[in-house]
């Protein structure tokens, strides 16, 4: 059974943010901004401790809490200590997820389903914890981290595709149920930030097969190579880009973040335009040959 929340009037004019993942990356840095910002935080991560100097210089405006996005009962724990203390939540921030290199057929089932608890499973959590809150408020924002490899497929990355390309799928649809109850979502899909996410915390298949080392071995040489550390993108002016978007009276669904995501999603579309134009006649042809085809 859901838990119901009755809405808290709130004399404070600052935003409430639930945020997941706050203790490194691109949430370290939303988490930064939006105490930056005047608003207050709910910023959950696996190790809270990891955030103590940001409650020290923001103790009114900050919670941290331990949570591990792959428990439902952490999630609803969690958001019931948010509505404990600040009384509403108006921006939810799915973040947290890693991600998982290799060729398909290298990575194992096990891998997969740990990379599928945390990326999808646990956004998912995380929501279903706050959806109530919202509804119940009858106003909000979720922002979901997606990803331009949630459009856009790469070998050697498949498994990540897949993950972020189930985000897409979902939200897409939540989009559309939440909306008439007055809560928004958008989809932030970032290229690449210069984080740790191609680093440290990149988890990589542990089976290889030499088959694959000119496809998927190879542009993962690369970006062993070229990408870590030298990314374009900067967290700090992402997570600008996110609050900006939250004070948006017509906030968009997609959110794209960098010039490299822009030019590989108008690249990947344009493609997909043309072969439908070119296999177009074999697409109407599948119709019962007595009924009308519209295109």
Known sequence: MSQTYVPTKDTSSSRVWFLTGSSSGLGRALAEAVLAHGDRLVATARHPEQLEDLTLLYPNRLLTAQLDI??????????????????????????????????????????????????????????????????????????????????????????YNASKFA?????????????????????????????????????????????????????????????????????????????KVVESPEPPLRLVLGADALEMIRKNLASMEQEMKVWEATSLSTAFSNEKVSS
């Open 167 to 243: 985000i897409e799928g979902f939200s897409g649809a939540l989009a559309q149920e939440i909306a008439p109850l007055g809560i928004h979502l958008t989809l932030i899909e970032p290229g690449m930030l210069r984080t740790d996410f191609t680093g440290r915390s990149l988890k990589m298949a542990q089976h290889t097969i030499g088959d694959y080392a000119q496809t998927s071995g190879m542009v993962i040489e690369w970006n062993k190579q070229h990408v870590n550390g030298k990314q374009q993108g900067d967290p700090a002016r992402a997570a600008q880009a996110m609050i």
């Open 70 to 159: 792959m428990s439902e009962e952490q999630s609803k724990a969690a958001v019931a200590q948010a509505m404990k203390t600040f009384g509403r939540i108006d921006v939810l921030v799915n973040n947290a997820g890693f991600g998982l290199f290799g060729a398909v057929e290298e990575a194992s089932a096990a891998e997969v389903r740990q990379h599928f608890e945390t990326n999808v499973f646990g956004p998912l959590n995380v929501t279903r914890a706050v959806l109530p809150v919202l509804r119940a408020q009858r106003q909000g924002h979720i922002l979901m981290l997606s990803s331009l490899s949630g459009i856009v497929s790469t070998m050697g990355m498949g498994m």
